[in-house]
Structures are given as structure tokens and as C-alpha cells.
């Protein structure tokens, strides 16, 4: 059996759900409470040094982390449907679409990193939101400039089904709705989320159904 | 030709000059001086977006945006020597290893990152070198504990060959010693670094050989 450590708000596991789900692979979770520090245990971190979630443990004991990097051998070890294009030009489309938001929008806005501004900074409720609000903000307006533009958009980030962008898309959009981040810029984003959403490996990978949902 | 949009001092631009270097690839520069803020012209919007660096434009004017991308694409579209392992466990650890840095790490000690903790934040010099280091320190420990303990790192990151992971964890390093922080804790980081550097790719992608460096 597959497990999936992870933590219902995380969207990195998020973003691991929705894949193991469009899939159509059964996987059991092991939560790790990240508001209760359970990801400093002693457990938690001999799975991952890192002391982050998602880690996921195949069914031959191999344990893997990263998300992106999960979804990746996910899509190597079960080829359909797929996660990137066939083409390579549309892979390297697809992965910098992923990374625009794994690499420049959420290590910005993560819990560790909030904690950090409260705590070491001292900087206080607005500032922190305001923080939020301009990563999501600089980095939503260049995806949206991107999917509005460029001709690989179709019903989803990339083409008619659904890729590793729109993985990182939804569990993102969620983090935004959830600091009440103004969307109405990024009307593309929003079409796709909503078509995202629509599909069930999507609607059931959700934070809010997910059995720590508190 | 190839060209690189990019910045001697970027490490997402530095880790495309080493893949490049690598295989064996003629590229010409064309730099984009992030202090002048030139990654906020029109023409570098019209390139990316998201006004950052690197950029590549192949051969057949293909546009690509994020390093990890651009690296993945180049070694689809060159298969020799290959930046991953063949086996689908060795790729995962090998790309993990690379968003460890790439999406923990970098993204929160970007440019754009110090100066809106000035700018925004009021953060003195100490307080954003403390922050530098706190990010470079925990990301490291991390690396650290991962690249001294698991089977797969050899004279490199993964194995005896450079990989994506030596692409990603050299430029960091770099960074790291430009502000001066404490390395002595990461014996593994330190030494697979000085190999790297016996490599011609990596010593000819280093920042301050760059016809731009400063």
C-alpha cells in the first residue's frame, strides 16, 4: 500500500493527492499535524531531515520527497494518464508553469516562513497579510500574463487535460481564496481552477476532505 | 545558436551555464543586469513574465523560463552525459535533492526577497543577513543530513557522475560563501562543492567568469 504523510492544509500534499488520484492509485495518509510541530518528531524527521511533508512511501518501502519530485516518478511508474506532454517543448512548458508557483509563489508563503517574519521580525498581523497578498500577487500576475498569451492554454494550464501546472495551480488558488487574496485580476486562473475542480481526482484531494480536516 | 538571457550573479542562471557546459552546448550570453533592473524592461517582460532570469532561446527560437525546466529540457534534447540517473528511485532522489535547494532555499534569499524586507519591512542589515543565514543554515542542515547518510551519494550529489542535484547545490554554495556564512557544519556539501569545481563545466560557469561579472 501506498502512504502519503502529509497534512490536509500542506499544499504540497495537496498537490500529491490530486496526482495520486488522477491516477487512480489507493494510498492511505498518515497525518503529520504542522500546527502542532508533529513534522520535528523524531519519526518525522528520519523520513525526511527536511521536517516538511509531503513524504510518500511506495509500496516496495522506497520513501520520496519533494512534491514535484513525487509527481514525477508517480508519472513515470504509471505513464496514463499523463502528467506532462508527450513533446518535450510542452514538458519544459509544463514544468516551468509548475515552478513559477512551487519555486517563486509558495516557498514564500509557507508556515515556516510566516512564522519567521512573526517571531524573528516582528512584524505584525497586516504586514504579515500584506506579505502574503504581494508574493501571490507578483506571481499570479506573470502566470496569468502566461496562460492568458501564450498558445499551449487550452481547457486546462496546458492543452485539454490535466498536467503537473494544474497540480500546483489549485492547491495554490486554495491558499489565496483562504487569505482572501483579490483574484479578479486572473480571470484564466480562475477558469481553470473551476474546470480543475470539476473533476473528481481534484475535488477529492481537497483540504476540507481530507480525514484531519479539522 | 543559443542564447542565454541571464546575470553573472543569478544562481538560476548559473545552474543553466553548467548544464550547458556540461553537454558540451555553444551558447551566447546575452546579459540582463539585475541590480539596473533591467529585468523589469519590455523586452524582458516580453521574454518572461515574470521579469526574472534565466531565460534560454534555442536554435529553433523555442523560449524556455525556469532553470529546472531549461536543465530538464536540455537533457532531453541531449541525452549525453545524462543530468539523471536512468532508474525512476535515482531520479526522484536526484530531482528531490535539486528542489530541496531550488524551492526551499533559493527563492527566500532572491533579490527581489532582501529588498522588500528593506523596502517594505524596515529590515536593518543585520536582521536581513540573519535571514540570509537562517535559510542557507536550515536548508543545508537538511541537505547535509540527507547527503551523509543516504546509499546514493558518491564522488557527487548522486553517484559518480554530476547531476541536476551538483547543478543546484554548487551556485548556492556559492551564495552562501558571498555572505559569509558558516559552513563547517556540512562536511558532505563541502566536499562534493571542491569536485565540482575540478570540473571545467562548473569552473566556467562560475559568476566571475562571466562577461558581465562586475
Given at each position: 500500500m501506498i502512504t502519503l504523510y502529509g497534512y490536509f492544509r500542506s499544499s504540497a500534499a495537496y498537490r500529491v493527492r490530486i496526482a495520486l488520484n488522477l491516477k487512480g492509485l489507493a494510498y492511505e495518509q498518515a497525518p503529520v499535524n504542522l500546527v502542532k510541530g508533529e513534522q520535528r518528531s523524531e519519526d518525522n524527521l528520519a523520513r525526511n531531515p527536511q521536517g516538511l511533508v509531503p513524504v510518500l512511501v511506495t509500496d516496495d518501502s522506497t520513501q520520496l520527497t519533494q512534491s514535484l519530485a513525487i509527481c514525477e516518478y508517480l508519472d513515470e511508474h504509471?505513464?496514463?494518464?499523463?502528467?506532462?506532454?508527450?513533446?518535450a517543448e510542452g514538458r519544459a512548458r509544463v514544468r516551468s508553469l509548475a515552478q513559477l508557483i512551487a519555486c517563486e509563489i509558495h516557498p514564500l508563503n509557507n508556515l515556516k516562513v510566516l512564522k519567521y517574519l512573526v517571531?524573528?521580525?516582528?512584524?505584525?498581523d497586516d504586514a504579515k497579510l500584506a506579505w502574503y497578498r504581494h508574493w501571490i500577487a507578483e506571481g499570479f500576475s506573470a502566470l496569468e500574463a502566461r496562460l492568458a498569451n501564450?498558445?499551449?492554454?487550452?481547457?486546462f494550464c496546458h492543452g485539454d487535460t490535466p498536467t503537473l501546472a494544474d497540480i500546483c495551480l489549485v492547491p495554490q488558488v486554495f491558499n489565496a481564496e483562504r487569505f482572501e487574496c483579490?483574484?479578479?485580476?486572473?480571470p484564466t486562473l480562475q477558469r481553470i481552477t473551476k474546470r480543475c475542480r470539476e473533476l473528481e481526482a481534484f475535488a477529492r484531494a481537497a483540504p476540507g476532505e481530507q480525514p484531519d480536516a479539522g
Open positions: 504509471h505513464p496514463e494518464p499523463p502528467l506532462l506532454p508527450a513533446d517571531r524573528e521580525l516582528k512584524v505584525d501564450e498558445p499551449g492554454t487550452g481547457t483579490d483574484l479578479s485580476a486572473y
